[in-house]
């Protein structure tokens, strides 16, 4: 059998129905507010030590500190002699529950390793940064970085980042610095028309 | 002659610049005291020359971005009608301020001038009637837009302006019968007479409940929240959605005038207008101006400070109320439009009536 809770309804007395006497007494609550930040900042200008009357950081002179759990955007880890950790095993573009994840997986030159990714792009503006993929990485290849916030860009394009930026953090490369490394395969890069298509 | 127009161009300069002033800072106040309110900073980023003059650089900034705007007319719409809707909320909102008197009648010379600058007997009608043509400039916006959405936004502002002018009207009988006057310079010197001899006959004494309609009422006219369904986004498209740039400036531009004038109204009517208790000018107390308490001290002042401070008196008040208007702005909750509808019709007008009813029947028995 469902259970049923009920939720009982506040019963407004005849006083509070009245209306006027409660929002009087919000005015005084607003009114305080308003006369003691008003002091506080006379206060401060004139040069005394007061309280802050705000809790407005002002964002790019201060900043808010960041959780370390806080999920950034991601980073594909490097071995020792710069070349990615990643083994293309596609768990994380499986994991993925946004298909943003794009890998394409090449043999690699390493014989100890069997595969790299020659491709490994992911399309932020449809990541909801949930962190699936750095869990499901079987070899802490992928990573998000803590501490960065500031995702902006003024074209879509600059969201739909490489495997250089992911592993050096720089800005975009151009397809074609790695594209002798694709063996004629199809890199999963989308060109600004795929985007606007929706892909 | 010539002096004559110089003193109305004067009077009607000083009471424009005042409410030009006002509007202005009130742009600015607006930002700053809900900042305050809700512990926030507020308007700060715009400078020049490093100079943020605590945010007041912001208005500015906001006033060049609303000039430069595109001017946008949507297709066929109306561009007559469109171009004149914010002129007719403006304009109104500033004749209003015209039968109001910001001081005491001072004499130059061998004339007495009042500081009113129209003296009109039936002031409050004429507030009354310049305050329902407010109603035009919403209903034209709906309307020249060519917009459905927007010409139901227009219709239910019209319907809830109209709804309160009502009850605007009805609040201001209970004070037009207790001064026996429809003149608000009348109005403004009756307040200065005192009941048993040491309480002040303002309006808000004597007709505490009309002040209580008046205020909501008058706010609802206004527009402004918890009365601003006009702009309801989250339900119906508002009556100025086709408007951008300076035509939208001018609706806002012309409902912060509105506050202040609705202020000098208040102020007028209920606050003693320029009246300080207590304080008498020589043509009240046969020479003697100055301070006269109940308890029969009596603080000698020169005839132009006791002016000075009157008209100081007057602009303190209509400050005072403007800060009432932000604040309840920036506290309340809006409604929704059947409450809306239901406190005009069916529980202020009834409360309304009444006051008229006792009112009468006081002012009957006393005299
Ligand atoms: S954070 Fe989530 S959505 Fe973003 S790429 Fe990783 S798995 Fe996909
Ligand atoms: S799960 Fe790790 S190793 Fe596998 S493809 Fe993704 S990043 Fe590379």
Redesign the pocket.
Known sequence: MIEVKPVRRVELSLWQKTYYPELWKGMLVTSRHFFVNLGRHVGRSLGFKTKPARVTIMYPEERRPISPRW?GR?RLMLRPDGSPRCVACMM?ET???????YITAGESPDGRVEKYPVAFE?D?L?????????E?CPEDA?R?DTGYLELASYSRAEFYVDREFLMHGSILTTHSQYAGELDGRPAHRIDLVKLARGH | MWLDLGLIVGKIAVAFTGIITGAFVLTWAERKQSALISDRIGANRAAILGIKLLGLINSVADAMKMVFKEDFLPPKGLRFLHAMAPVFAMFPVFMTFAVLPFGPPISIGDRIVPLQILQLDIGVLYILAFGSIAVYGVMLAGWASNNKYSLIGGMRATAQMISYELIIGLSLIGPILVYGSLDPGVMATAQNEYLWGWIPKWGIIVQPIAFLLFLPAAMAETKRAPFDLPEGESEIIGFATEYSGMRWGMFFLGEFAEIVVLAAVLATVFLGSYQVPFLFDGGEMAGLAGFHFPWGAYVPLGEWVVVALRVFSFGFKVLVLMWLQMQIRWTFPRFRYDQLMRVSWREMMPIALLNIGVTALIIRLVS
């Not at chain 1, 449809?126 to 993929?133: I, Q, T, V």
Request: aromatic share 4%.
């Open positions: 999920r991601h994380c994991a993925c529950p946004d298909l943003c994840i992911i932020l449809r990541c909801c940064f949930c962190g699936l993929c750095v499901a992928i998000m």
